[in-house]
């Protein structure tokens, strides 16, 4: 399974239902997860003889913390799409006829974000899991005076000023940016 800290577009889960097993992790390894109300969301691997597989005890941890995902980790309990929130582990529990605009309106990230800055942000996110503040304080200032950032800056600010959608250049080829 790719990670999900290796796509450089941002990645929408929409949970709609039972959300377990390798699909548990296809949400995990989402940027951001929606569920529906009545949506359940449950590891299962101790039930099943398992290790936390494909990562899931890296994520886990990151997402909602050691106590929450020990708990579902050792327990292999369903929770439901409002305990998910409440522990961090979706950002949005809506109704389950909201559940599919949501996640398209989401979308709409495309249209008025720099993919770029998506991609470099997804990129901070990921490395400053590691990172002291200082470390990543440093990143953030190097990548804001690089000047292939300067394009997508004065778009940002001029579709501003000027009240109109922006119009940023598509994401680069992984090799002319990082």
């Known amino acids: 399974m790719s990670h999900g800290l290796s796509v450089r577009k941002p990645m929408i889960a929409a949970i709609n239902g039972g959300c377990a097993g390798i699909g548990f992790m296809q949400a995990l390894v989402c940027d951001l997860r929606f569920a529906a109300r009545g949506a359940k969301l449950a590891t299962a691997f101790a039930q099943r003889g398992l290790p ?7 994520l886990l941890v990151r997402l909602v913390g050691q106590g929450h995902a020990l708990d579902l980790l050792l327990s292999g309990r369903a929770v439901s799409a409002e305990e998910a929130l409440e522990m961090g582990l979706v950002q949005r529990v809506l109704a389950p006829e909201d559940l599919v605009p949501a996640a398209r309106d989401a979308r709409s990230l495309a249209a008025s974000c720099s993919p770029s800055a998506m991609a470099t942000i997804k990129a901070q996110v990921a490395a400053d899991w590691t990172r002291s503040h200082a470390e990543s304080f440093e990143d953030a200032r190097a990548l804001v005076v690089d000047p292939r ?5 004065a778009e940002g600010v001029a579709s501003y000023a000027e009240r109109r959608a922006p119009r940023f250049g598509p994401l680069p080829a992984r090799k002319d940016w990082s």
């Open 52 to 58: 936390a597989e494909f990562g899931a005890s890296w």
């Open 149 to 153: 950032r300067r394009v997508d800056f």
